[in-house]
């Protein structure tokens, strides 16, 4: 054997009788040091001095190949880098040792080289493993310089003190490829490193292609990623010097075991060990959102997550193919409104705050110039498009003479982009409070419009319905109100056929505004009539608005309105049936409750979801839906959710992220605390109401509203109770407690809790939560507090009269209050 040549015949007996005495399991540790005469053979292991660092011999799971790799001495033990990644060894023979003229190298069991170091030519070469994770050869008896380090080659992962960039003397690229997969550590598509191009950058490849753009350096964090600096465990650095471009991060204490890794699923992380739960801990992962996708809206586009549709053209700029932006493809971007007029000297600039700066690969940078000079530099080159500070501290000057890609807007942490336009398109709206004022008064317009058109319809329907239409030809007559809008008009003596004359036996419920009756069409077609009650004067806007809307929408978790009726003083909506009725008769009865197994639950979840990003998101309107809660959460046949009422629903326009209103409706109990309060709705309105439904469903209890003194009425405050106290599943319906998925259940309660926490902005948009849900790893913040919750019960007395008028109310459906 190799070991008893190297080791002398002494030291081999030994080990083997370690071998024989000891757990055949557990390697031999051999300290930290490899010399000619000391090799390390596959069993045997290095240990730094601080014994946070391990080398050895590994498999990954799911193989038997062997690989030399260094280690966190954590359990389980996590690697950091492999020595031989593409040249596995396939028997536990394998040795590492290093050559009397110091090269490393690595033998299988037929004593051949698979892998080696290159030569360096040393007089008394030593190999050493050096706390931080470093393994190093150097001379023996000298100090400080390494002749070889395996920082110098990293794998997937950088630890604190290694450095991701360049050697521009000998053009040694430092960067991170991740894993193939977790059974096989050779090169996989993945890799981050810095780009030299322009003003450098740390980008994510996907084999040629870039996949992620962290950004250029400005002075203190990548531009791409704001939160860099959240955590003051770090010490962050980028270094841009003649002979060296490198980023490098350290912790401010040696105590801290973390890691930055790009995974083999492609995305980038930071990670941190928690000693107490034993685990690492995310504290940063990219790529994190749609807009982070570099070409998801195009040149001179503007990504924002919290808008829908998330991309918008920047001022000055209309979108290049306005039929492509409408089917949300704006990968071709925006083009200027009016074209630059340079010999004029009349254009100027726009400024567009906190956003990630534009793509730098084809831009200039001079560190000596302010701000100032830097837009004037710009405005006399007739080619240049925008500039920007290449430091926060206001230095540097970056200049761009290119289209403007892969623009998003931060909540903070973001820089202010300059963009150049012709004096025609710098309006008013370069200045941010005025482009608010604006945005409220055009939303006010809208609605009143909306609410004009509703009353138009009304009257044109009135009209029509004059020259009686026969249901047979119900195909021909369309509600019509533009080409977009079409939807078979019914007729009433047609309806009352399809219901035994609305009998009571035929009727569902009570829905917001009235009635709603199970028909049959002829022998086939199912339907639901919901007429609208005589009596509910408000209700014939909602009703319009209703028709309206969700004539518009198609989705296959939203329920579908096969047409509309409307005779005399009758106003009814025409959906297709739902066999299974709404989620609460499932959730909330004893026995019906088991009928629902986690898996359906889970779907029904999963639909929800779904149906509302639609609604907040993709279809072409933006809608919110005010009233989401489990009874108008309606189940096909295979328990398929579809959402249901839209009474009530308002549509989003512009930039328009909140509204305001004097008449708080919804349904206690679902309503998020600033609309129930204050009357301010949103899109985190209906995320909120999402989480309580998501609560409910996981519980099979319902959630009673705001309770002020006791614990157990208030659904929330019990759920995030049990959450933090790490009692999670305690909550889960008793009923099917024996079909959970213990991870997918925590997953969907933490994300349940994500989305009633209090403030808006802490609560997640339905992207996200669909992102959230689909992920299998529970890398979730903690939910912060639920809104209402016991703990600021003195803020809330005051206006605790109006929730217990609410409570009352709340028998029907829906609750119509004066704001205040
Ligand atoms: C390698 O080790 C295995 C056991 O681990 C042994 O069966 C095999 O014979 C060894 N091969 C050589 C060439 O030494
Ligand atoms: C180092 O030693 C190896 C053999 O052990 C030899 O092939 C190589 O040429 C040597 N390199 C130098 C620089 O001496
Ligand atoms: C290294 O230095 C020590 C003491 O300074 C000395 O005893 C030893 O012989 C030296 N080793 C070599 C290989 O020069
Ligand atoms: C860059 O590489 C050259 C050649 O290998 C080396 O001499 C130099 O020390 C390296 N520079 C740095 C800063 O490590
Ligand atoms: C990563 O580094 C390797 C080795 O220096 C180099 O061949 C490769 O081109 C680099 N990849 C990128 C994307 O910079
Ligand atoms: C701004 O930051 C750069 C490097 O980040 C530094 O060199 C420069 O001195 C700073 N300038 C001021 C005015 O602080
Ligand atoms: C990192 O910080 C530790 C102290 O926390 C210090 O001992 C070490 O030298 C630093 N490493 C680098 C590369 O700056
Ligand atoms: C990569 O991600 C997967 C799934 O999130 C995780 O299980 C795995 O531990 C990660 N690998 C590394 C090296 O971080
Ligand atoms: C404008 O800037 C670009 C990029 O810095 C440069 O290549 C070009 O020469 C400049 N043109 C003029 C007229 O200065």
């Not at 004097?662 to 109401?689: I, L, N, W």
């Amino acid at each position: 054997m190799v070991l008893f040549g190297k080791m002398g015949w002494l030291p081999a007996a030994l080990f083997s009788l370690f071998l024989i005495f000891s757990s055949h399991f557990s390697p031999s540790i051999v300290g930290d040091t490899l010399t000619p005469a000391r090799s390390l053979t596959d069993g045997q292991e290095l240990i730094s001095v601080g014994k946070k660092i391990v080398l050895g011999f590994f498999s990954p799971i799911k193989t038997n190949n062997r690989y030399v790799g260094i280690w966190y001495k954590i359990s389980p033990s996590t690697i950091v880098w492999v020595v031989n990644r593409r040249q596995p060894i396939s028997e536990r023979n394998g040795s590492l040792s290093i050559t009397a003229n110091g090269t490393l190298i690595i033998t299988d069991h037929n004593s051949k080289t698979i892998w080696s170091s290159g030569s360096l030519g040393l007089a008394n070469p030593v190999a050493q493993l050096l706390d931080d994770g470093n393994f190093i050869v150097k001379e023996a008896n000298v100090s400080g310089s390494f002749a070889w380090q395996s920082f110098d080659y990293p794998s997937d992962t950088l630890l604190p003190g290694m450095k991701l960039g360049w050697n521009l003397t000998s053009g040694l690229n430092r960067n991170l490829t991740s894993w193939i997969s977790p059974s096989d550590p050779a090169p996989g598509p993945y890799t981050m490193a810095v780009d030299l191009h322009g003003d450098p950058q740390m980008i994510l490849w996907e084999g040629s292609d870039w996949l992620w753009r962290g950004g250029p350096w400005n002075g203190k964090i990548f531009s791409g990623i704001p939160d860099m600096l959240r955590y003051n465990i770090f010490i962050l650095a980028f270094v841009m010097k003649n002979d060296e471009v490198f980023y490098m991060y350290n912790t401010t204490s040696t105590s801290f075991i973390v890691r930055v890794t790009v995974n083999y699923t492609g995305v980038v992380q930071r990670l941190v060990w928690i000693d107490d739960s034993q685990m690492w801990s995310i504290y940063m992962s990219e790529p994190k959102d749609q807009c982070e996708h570099m070409t998801q809206c195009g040149a001179y586009g503007i990504c924002n997550m919290d808008d829908s549709p998330i991309c918008s053209c920047l001022q000055g700029f209309k979108p290049r193919s306005p039929t492509n932006w409408n089917l949300r493809d704006e990968k071709d971007g925006c083009a200027r409104m009016t074209e630059l007029d340079c010999r004029s000297r009349t254009d100027g600039f726009v400024t567009i705050k906190e956003v990630k700066l534009p793509d730098t690969s084809r831009s200039t940078m001079d560190r000596s110039m302010g701000l100032d000079e830097c837009r004037a530099t710009c405005l006399r080159n007739c080619s240049c498009t925008a500039y920007a500070s290449a430091d926060v501290n206001g230095t540097g000057c970056i200049i761009w003479t290119t289209e403007l890609t892969d623009i998003r807007v931060y909540s903070f942490g973001g820089q202010d982009l300059y963009v150049r336009l012709a004096a025609a398109d710098l309006g008013p709206g370069s200045d941010h409070s005025h482009s608010r004022t604006i945005a409220g008064i055009v939303v006010g317009f809208v609605v009143g419009i909306l609410l004009f058109v509703s009353v138009g319809i009304c009257t044109w329907i009135k009209r029509r319905r004059a020259g009686a239409i026969p249901f047979a030809g119900h195909r021909n007559n369309k509600c019509k109100e533009r080409k977009d809008w079409e939807l078979p008009l019914f007729d009433l003596g047609t309806i009352i056929a399809a219901t035994n004359n609305f009998s009571i036996k035929n009727k569902l419920g009570e829905g917001g505004f009235g009635p709603v009756y199970q028909g049959k069409l002829g022998e086939e077609q199912e339907i639901a009539v919901k007429r609208l009650s005589k009596t509910s004067a408000q209700g014939i806007d909602e009703f319009m608005n209703e028709v309206m809307l969700i004539a518009k929408l198609q989705h296959r978790n939203l329920v579908r309105l096969l047409g509309c009726c409307t005779q005399g003083e009758e106003r009814m909506l025409v959906y297709e049936y739902m066999p299974n009725k709404s989620l609460d008769t499932f959730l909330f009865d004893k026995d019906k409750a088991a009928l629902l197994d986690w898996q359906t639950r889970y779907n029904i979840i999963e639909g929800i979801a779904q149906g509302l990003l639609y609604l907040h998101r993709d279809s072409r309107l933006r809608i919110i839906h005010r009233d989401l809660k489990a009874s108008n959460i309606l189940l096909d046949e295979d328990m398929n959710p579809k959402i249901s009422d839209f009474g009530l629903a308002r549509i989003f326009r512009g930039d328009e992220t909140t509204l305001n209103t004097q008449r708080v409706v919804g349904t206690y109990g679902y309503m998020s605390p600033e609309y129930a309060m204050d009357g301010v709705f949103s899109v985190k309105s209906d995320v909120f109401s999402f989480g309580v439904l998501v609560l409910e469903i996981i519980s099979g209890k319902k959630n009673r509203g705001v309770s002020i003194s006791e614990h157990e009425g208030n659904l929330l405050a019990h759920a995030w109770s049990l959450l933090m106290e790490g009692n999670g599943l305690k909550l889960v319906d008793g009923s099917i407690s024996n079909s959970i998925s213990m991870v997918v259940v925590l997953n969907c309660l933490k994300v349940g809790l994500l989305c009633v926490q209090e403030h808006p902005k802490d609560r997640p948009t339905m992207s996200s939560v669909v992102l959230m849900l689909g992920s299998k790893n529970a890398s979730l913040p903690d939910p912060k507090h639920p809104g209402f919750f016991p703990t600021r019960a003195s803020s809330e007395v005051e206006s605790s009269k109006s929730k217990k008028e609410l409570d009352s109310i709340n028998k029907l459906s829906v609750t119509i209050v004066e704001g205040r």
